[in-house]
Structure formats: structure tokens, C-alpha cells
């Protein structure tokens, strides 16, 4: 079995290779002068069965992607490992008119009938996993954020969801450890801003965990900080499970108050305290 390392997830791609104790293919990722992205897998990959590992952030790595399954044609069999599955927020028409832009993007990675299976972690909304015709499994990755906390030892920390959408993950996070958790309200006004509604908590002079599936433009997080914060919070922690980390996101969420942000390898950042690698290997 060989892994074959996407151009947005090298350093995953090799964790997972070290934790099947298996081969690591070579590949070359190059740009033509007119911005074309060239991909090609140096291994010959003929016959084997191989595991492409590419998280989906830009439309770059789509292409990639898509590269990479193309360049498997010939393989045995050919899963596929999507650590950050974009676009999964763009899951519906809001509008009349809009692409469903995974819906599109699902059917691209089906469409040429070499992928055998695919793995996502924590996609925004699994119902989207319905565009996929081929088997696709979601892994969670929230009790490894758990275990993160637990082990970084701070003290009774309360864990919170921003919003209704990371109930579950705030449970998933707080109940294997039995630390207390709450949600908060959230509501969207733009891209860039959201409006968190005001709720008494009883958080004064503890620590708090804030966790969310994904952290974009850290707007989110900053707001739940200050509310937090004015209800006189010790410390707050961020912790996701995909980092995109847009434009400002970081010192946004630092000016707010953030104490540290956490985010798993995904999306591969300097925030990657945790790895996915084990769990991936796991299901292989
Ligand atoms: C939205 O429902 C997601 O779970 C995240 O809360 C959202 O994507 C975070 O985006 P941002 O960091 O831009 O506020």
C-alpha cells in the first residue's frame, strides 16, 4: 500500500504513512507559466492499492485532487482521504441561481469511477455526503480535542459551542472528561461578521474552552470571547477541528482575549497541536 501525498497535506500524508509503516509515494506539483497547476506521481503506482491524502481549502487543491485521482487511474484500488472537505458550507441554494458548490465538487472527484472510498473528518454538514457516489465515511475527530485538553491539564475548564451547530461537538468535546459545557447564539450578518447573543453563563473566574468545527475568519470566536470575557472569564482557549485561519483571523482572535488556538492537522498550520494521522490509519 502506498500513500500518496496531496500538496495541501504533506505532512499528514507522511503521519499516516509512519503510522501504517507504509511507503510515502513521490510526487511533483509544479506551475506552468500560465499558473496551471502540473501533478504527477513519480512512484509507479500500477496495481497498487494507494490512499491520495488532500484536504480541499482552495480551489488549487480541488484541482490537485482531481490530478491525483486521475494519475491512480491505473492503480488496484484507489481510496481518498479528505481531511477538510471545503465548500461544504455552500451545501444548498440560498438564493435562486447558486451553484451547490459540493454538490458540483462531489461529483467531479466521482465522476471518472476511480475512487473506491472516501474518508472526510467532521464535514460541516454530513448530509452533503449524499453527492457522493461512491462509499464515503465522515470520522470524528472531537474526541481527540478532548483528549488534548484533558492532557494540557487546565484547570475545571467549562467547554463552549458558539453556536447551535457545535452543540454536538461541545458534548462530543465535555462528555468523556465530564468538564461542564454550554451553547451560545449565533447570529450571522455577513461573511465576515457575526452578532452573538448575550447569555448568562457561569463561567466567571473559570477557564473556557470555545470549540467550533471550523474557525474561517475567526469573527465567530472573537465574538464569544468578548461575551465571555465581559462576564469575567479566566482564560480562554479556541480550539477546531479545521483551521482555514483567513485573513486576519488570528490576531482578531487574539486582540479579542484568545489565550492559545488549537486546531488539528487538517488543515496544517502552526495551531496543529493535534493529528489526525492515528485515527486515518485507524480505519485503513
Ligand atoms: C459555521 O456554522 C461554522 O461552524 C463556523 O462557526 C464558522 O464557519 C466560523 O466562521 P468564522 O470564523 O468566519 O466566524
Do not use: W
Amino acid at each position: 500500500m502506498k500513500i500518496v501525498p496531496g500538496m495541501s497535506s504533506q505532512a499528514l500524508a507522511a503521519r499516516i504513512a509512519a503510522e501504517l509503516d507504509c511507503k510515502v509515494a513521490s510526487c511533483e506539483f509544479k506551475r506552468f507559466p500560465d499558473g496551471e497547476l502540473y501533478t504527477r506521481v513519480q512512484d509507479d503506482i500500477k496495481d497498487e492499492e494507494v490512499t491520495i491524502v488532500q484536504s480541499i481549502r482552495t480551489d488549487s487543491d480541488l484541482i490537485c485532487l482531481l490530478q491525483l485521482i486521475d494519475a491512480a487511474e491505473e492503480a488496484h484500488k484507489t481510496k481518498v482521504v479528505i481531511p477538510y472537505l471545503g465548500y461544504a458550507r455552500q451545501d444548498k441554494r440560498f438564493e435562486p441561481g447558486e451553484a451547490i458548490s459540493i454538490r458540483a465538487i462531489a461529483r467531479s472527484i466521482c465522476a471518472a469511477g476511480v475512487v473506491d472510498t472516501i474518508y472526510v473528518v467532521n464535514v460541516h454538514n454530513r448530509g452533503v455526503l449524499k453527492y457522493f457516489d461512491v462509499n464515503t465515511k465522515e470520522l470524528d475527530a472531537s474526541p481527540l480535542i478532548g483528549d488534548y485538553v484533558a492532557k494540557r491539564e487546565i484547570p475545571h475548564p467549562v467547554i463552549i459551542g458558539p453556536d447551535g451547530g457545535a452543540a454536538e461537538l461541545a458534548k462530543a468535546v465535555a462528555a468523556p472528561y465530564g468538564f461542564d459545557y454550554d451553547v451560545l447564539e449565533k447570529t450571522r450578518i455577513s461573511s465576515e461578521e457575526v452578532e452573538i447573543k448575550a447569555k448568562e453563563l457561569n463561567v466567571e473566574g473559570k477557564n473556557v474552552v470555545i470549540v467550533d468545527d471550523i474557525i474561517s475568519t475567526g469573527g465567530t470566536i472573537s465574538e464569544a470571547t468578548a461575551m465571555l470575557k465581559s462576564q469575567g472569564t479566566h482564560d480562554v482557549y479556541v480550539a477546531c477541528i479545521h483551521g482555514v485561519f483567513v485573513q486576519n483571523a488570528v490576531p482578531r482572535m487574539l486582540h479579542a482575549g484568545v489565550k492559545e488556538i488549537i486546531a488539528t492537522d487538517t488543515i496544517e498550520s502552526e495551531f496543529s497541536k493535534i493529528s489526525i494521522a492515528k485515527m486515518v490509519a485507524e480505519e485503513k
